[in-house]
């Protein structure tokens, strides 16, 4: 069944090394979303993209931070430099704007930095 | 204006009892308030979800219950298994952006 895959699921690093997570959305979704969880700070949207363009990256720190859909089946989101206070787990969830307002969550990637 | 208030933080009931978590809100634009449910290691999967036109909506065991003049809706469990064992966060939404704001989660355990 169609599901929104996450790679890598694990991620350990130094600090200071430059960090890419990749998201295949559902085939067809044309919105796509990063998400950042915490113990602390619970779900926090970090950009959303729709027919892969951005639409909102305000939830992200922009000096480290970006996002970004090279094309409708891959949105990458990298750090660079990674700091400790970035391990987190990151969600990707996808969705068909206009349609149902469901949100489809990939299963994350625990990012742990040192 | 844009939190979502949600409560209790953690709750541990017995099997077959009926724990409720709570939702408030100040935006009187959110139009579309879903229920996520969360086990460990694992995405938010979508639950169920209301809009403000009903009050009260079910899918099979689970039930929300909407109150759109004080602001509020909840989730309530029915017949609570241990399987239900889980984070359940609440969120809302104004439909058309798409955008989500969601609550702080709620850490559910049900004693076998």
């Known amino acids: 069944d169609a599901r929104v895959t996450q790679t890598p699921r694990h991620k350990v690093t130094e600090m200071g090394q430059e960090v890419t997570m990749r998201c295949q959305p559902i085939l067809g979704h044309n919105t796509v979303f990063w998400y950042r969880q915490t113990m602390m700070q619970g779900l926090e949207l970090l950009a959303y993209?729709?027919?892969?363009?951005?639409?909102?990256d305000s939830g992200m720190p922009k000096d480290r931070f970006s996002a970004e859909m090279p094309d409708a089946t891959l949105a990458t989101l990298k750090i660079q430099p990674s700091e400790p206070r970035d391990s987190a787990v990151y969600f990707c969830?996808?969705?068909?704007?206009?349609?149902?307002?469901?949100?489809?969550f990939g299963p994350g990637t625990r990012l742990t930095v040192l | 204006q844009q939190q979502v208030k949600q409560s209790p933080q953690s709750l541990i009931v017995q099997k077959g009892g009926i724990p409720i978590i709570n939702c408030a809100y100040e935006n009187t634009a959110f139009d579309y308030f879903p229920w996520y449910q969360q086990f460990p290691g694992k995405g938010p999967a979508l639950l169920i979800a209301i809009r403000p036109d009903v009050s009260e909506k079910k899918e099979g065991r689970f039930t929300i219950s909407f109150n759109k003049s004080a602001k509020q809706f909840s989730l309530h469990i029915m017949d609570s298994q241990p399987g239900d064992s889980a984070t359940y966060f609440c969120?809302?939404?104004?439909?058309?952006?798409?955008?989500?704001?969601f609550g702080t989660g709620t850490r559910l355990k049900v004693l076998a």
């Open positions: 969120a809302a939404s104004i439909s058309g952006t798409y955008k989500y704001i």
């Open positions: 993209f729709r027919n892969r363009a951005p639409l909102d």
């Open positions: 969830a996808s969705g068909v704007a206009g349609s149902t307002d469901t949100q489809y």
